[in-house]
């Protein structure tokens, strides 16, 4: 089996698998009558698209919650991905450099009664390709794999290009990282908290329409996994409303990584990472 030793698989549902890269992040494979969706590429430590193939003979199409490089690294492994084209660029300009500094910064954080994954940075190639063919989504496209439909909802916030999936058939969010417990948005090019807050309450809106959460980093232990506790989102949202009006303070916090204090909020479940200068949008 291709790589098998850096992938541990769930089938959560069924023909729904969560695929956890050696914990450095979770890929979702979902197959229907006729077709399946990977929802993110990963890091890149492995040969993922021939693992994939292991689980599913039928063909598969691409798709990037975002383009960060957990999520987006393994793309050139492909011919085509989807990927909202206000994040074109950073699945563009990702690099093995940044894809093994990640792999390094986050094996160094992992709990010592965990087992070490199977992999050695090393194994965090370029792949020799091209970049694949980045095709546009929009907000309500919908991935039609055979008596399985599972539609896009553009929610900016994380990334500007940030989306999440909602499995009508499986009744499953895929929420990549735009409704953590750990929401990081602190980086350069996040929208304000103000505008995902407006996207978060738009998929809160649709909670009827799923009663799962899967984020992006979701461990499967032992051949098991768990979707998100009930209420991050929720939280999340609650959170942001906070941060706007000022009835949840702002602290420090250390940096991820050893890296700089950061300014978060927490209410309920969630932290926040936010920019206190990128709070509400300007006009």
Known sequence: MADAKKYLTAEYREKTWVICESFLDDMFLLEGEDAALLIDTGTGIGDLKGYVETLTDKPVT????????????????FDKVWVHSDDFEAVRTLTVEARRGYAANFLGSLPRNIEK??????????????????????????????????????????????????????????????ANPNLLMNFPNCPPIETALRALLRVQARESE??????????????????LPDGVLSDCIECMKGVMD???????????????????AKYGKVMISCDPNNIYIKD
């Open 117 to 178: 994954p199977s992999f050695a940075l090393e194994d965090i190639t370029d792949y020799s390709r091209d970049l694949p063919e980045l095709l546009p989504l929009e907000d309500g496209h919908v991935f039609d794999l055979g008596g399985r439909k599972v539609e896009v909802i553009h929610t900016p916030g994380h990334t500007p290009g940030e989306v999440v999936l909602i499995d009508h058939g499986a009744r499953i969010l895929f929420s990549g990282d735009a």
């Open 62 to 77: 691409v798709v990037l919650t975002h383009g960060h490089v957990d999520h987006a690294g393994g793309v050139r492994q």
């Open 210 to 227: 799923f009663d799962a959460n899967f984020n992006g980093h979701i461990p499967v232990i032992d051949g098991k996994t768990w979707p």
């Open 246 to 264: 000022g009835s949840v303070p702002l602290e420090t916090a250390p940096g991820m990584f050893g890296r700089a204090p950061r300014t978060v």
